[in-house]
């Protein structure tokens, strides 16, 4: 099994400033890639000390991945560390100074002097594009090890590690293939979800599965190593069928699929529209739903009802719902989703209403207390939540819930009879 | 000054399963306690490795921090590594057999066998009580070194390292202070902000500036080596007058302030309340504000208009508004903000309208094309945005420069005419 070092390169990551997501993440893509991370170093912006590591990354790995120090300003020295160790020049490609002017024009902005840096390569490198960015990567041979060198920005690094590096990476993996997927599942906690596929985790010897609890609910990770792709592929298989048998209805998405765009599917695919009346949540289903492509197709508006008076506004809630249940009260959850759904012409309208936190609360109604609703062509459906005292996590929790709720509605309108 | 390294040791480090959060915990408290971080380096649960690496750390820093590998399990063997590097012998303590088993008797539990392991110490270490759970650390010399081992429990280790290993670096640091001050910025762009602010950084050779890129814009953070807090504070005072003085308007919060406190304590103090109007950012605007416990106290409500049908029935823009200039214009833009500020009676409506991509795109309105609009008691404020082409991103800039155009009319209206 190829060897493989990964060094991260800042000041803010050595001092703590900011946690280093990127070795997670580039130590997940190697192990897919069945390559072997040895060992993770971080450096601050220091090029004697850059040089240090490098030097021993290559010589402990046959393939070292390098983030961070390619931007405009002084303290950037990753290139010309690199440069030096391999005893290239740094030389000046006119197409780089293009595409990175080109990015500043697309935003209205003239390019400074110093980002003309960022055109310059080693010689002898192999440029790796930066389309969501102004610093371009490289791939440089250095000893016996293949170096490749990413910006530090997470969402450029990502990308740029996904399409241009790991398949760059698949030859040296020799042979054996590590399999990864997730499923995604919300709406049940985590040791019921397990009691409920225990036997079938047992059962499944060749396959690992981790239990890895978000904010939205558990994610199950399968993972296989096997000696070919398609053996690989039928272990995996062979267990999530088995495990959607049994628990099918809590699993809402797969590998890196949201919650917002399972929906966003199947509200296209059924032709429908939603309309949301939002309290609680503040916004953040909306925000989320709106985040698909194309989401302007089923999302028709959303309302952030913070105060009564909109309620009543906005979304018709009667004075009189308000002042004999209160905001949060299933009584108004439900009058806030038959409202937006009945003004705005849409298939369904979905609400929150809820104690977020932390203040709000009263001796019947404490924090963390929500309820969501679901108007649909033949009535209303609520549910009510009983969440934590974080705000944050709060919103996030019964944004998701909400969704989910739509979710099982349209897989099956009978999960909701079962009170699922 | 004082070298450290620290070294994490655990095979879901390396691997990505887990993000290494105790490396940058390690990191922040060293430099508070101003000895300088000159690496960090993971390893996995592997003898040799982690010999390899507590060498190289040894062989560059006068303090070496290690977290990780002190369970009862076969593959924790960073005891074993250290006392082979050091010829300790790893002897027995009756006593800590004692704490470990009463952690066991507390939670109704016996004491598995293989924890027994887990009172074995190098014969020279100084034992580092674990209160909180079942891995004691120590502490050893090892060549010029001390050598410091922790659990890597991030909870027992934060205890263990604030209890009983920082009091014990204090007197490594040679009684310097160090200190850091995160200044963000939303609006200008890093090369033209350093360009602005350039000679000022240059001039203040004592405090070093570093540049952070975030999506919502970029912070600076100002780092001071003093004898003193006092002079350390006096020190960051300084070099921040000179920076408010030049960039004031730019710069939004400190430290872990973020856009979104920032205008809730501004709305709060001059008693105002807002409405929003949102097309593009999707309800990311009201998300956000909403964060803020107590934020129900100007926030009135939110509407989220992605249909002309919207716009026209909540909003009130006109349908000759739409069919001249379009849905993304200066001109609804303005109207959003009007209409919203209107209807529902509040100081301020706040408006965005644009193209999130990545399709919706006209040869005359490219992805990435915003308009947002600020209504105020005296008329309305709009600003073109040209943005990228990524959906997200878009959301997440423009919802901050909307947040921020609203900031800086409260700060100053002044900055709004001289067009800022």
Redesign the interface.
Known sequence: MKKAAILTIG???????????N?????????ELGIE?????????DAA?IRH?LD?CVSLADIVLITGGL???H?DVTKTVLAEATGDRLVFHPYLLDQIEEMFV????A?????RIQAFMPERAVVLDNP?GTAPGFMLRHGEADVFVMPG?P?EMKKMMAEQVAPRLQGHAGGRVILHRVLKTAGIGESSLFETIKDLIESAKDVRV?SLPQEAGINLRLTVSAATGEEARQRIAVLETALRARAGSFIYGTDGETMEQTLGRLLTDAEVTVA?A?SC???????R???T????AY?????????N??KK??LGVSDETLRAFGAVSAQTAAAMAEGVRR??GTTFGLSTTGI?????ATPEKPVGLVYIALAHPEGVIVRELRLGTE??IN?VRAATAAMNLLRLYLVDPAHIEKGI
Chains 1, 2 share one sequence.
């Open positions: 000041d803010e990551l050595l001092i703590g400033s900011i946690v280093d997501t070795a997670a993440h580039l130590g997940q893509c190697l192990t991370p040895v060992w993770t170093l971080t450096v601050g912006d000390r590591a021993l931007g405009p300003t303290d697309r935003r209205g902005l390019m400074p002097e110093s980002n969501v920005v969402r981790a949301l939002e949540t503040g916004g953040l289903v909306c925000d739903l709106t985040d492509p194309g989401s302007s999302v028709e508006r959303g309302v952030v009802a913070y105060s008076e909109t506004q906005l003004i705005s977020a936190g932390p203040s709000g705000r944050r919103k």
